[in-house]
């Protein structure tokens, strides 16, 4: 479904990322897997290599802006042209507003918003050039509803929403898409971090009643960066087992 196609993935180096870099590749793309964790996106890289198809791996810190630049410029030369980015990289610092230090605030907004900033605004003049281009940002359930004890992340993905709606009305007549996906709760080192507890809590408001896994997520990426989704542009899917209803 992506034969010929490049495509670049932030934070590829586990977890969802590196579920969409794999799902990319088994369909065509050329991956360019990167991470601030080089030695994982290395990882991933090889393991595409293995499989036959074309990858490289470059570290990028997505909050830096230089990076992003160095970035989409490693991949147009090795690989020629951009075709896909996906802003994926995501962290979380959770505390109650209270308790939240500023570091924190700007910890988890310079990487989840700015870094959909910086992305996009690097890949942005080619994509526009060549009058095509599929932009595809990982926001979160949280964005749309909120939820207590996590006000810096659900401020950046309710942001990369905004984010998507914007950038999709500005390049829509470039003919580039830009759409979101919302997971939900999603089996992955960021939610192994959770207590039994609360992960039961949760799944209480999921009507499928369990988690989600990293290959739900790559699924509906891979159906927004191909061609099935031409018409599609400024929309939020959420991969959630219905739990933002
Ligand atoms: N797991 C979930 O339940 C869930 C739910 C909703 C949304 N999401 C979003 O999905 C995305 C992936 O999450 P995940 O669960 O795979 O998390 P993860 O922690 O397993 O992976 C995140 C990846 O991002 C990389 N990263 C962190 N900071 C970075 C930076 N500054 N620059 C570049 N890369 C950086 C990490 O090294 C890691 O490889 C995130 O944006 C997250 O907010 C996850």
Known sequence: MLQGKTAIVTGGGQGIGKAIALLFARNGARV??????????EKVAEEIRQSGAESVAVACDVSKADQCETLMKAACDRFGSIDILVNNAGVTRDNLLMRMKEEDWDFVLSINLKGVFNCCKSVARGMMKQRSGRIINISSVVGLMGNAGQVNYSASKAGVIGITKTLAKEFGSRGINVNAIAPGFIQTAMTDKLSEESRQQLVQFIPFQMLGSADDVA???????????????????????GMAM
Do not use: H, M, Q, W
């Open 32 to 41: 360019v897997v990167s991470d601030v964790v080089r030695e994982t996106a």
């Open 219 to 241: 699924n509906a990426a891979l159906f927004l960066a191909c061609p099935l989704s031409s018409y599609i542009t400024g929309e939020v899917i959420r991969v959630d087992g």
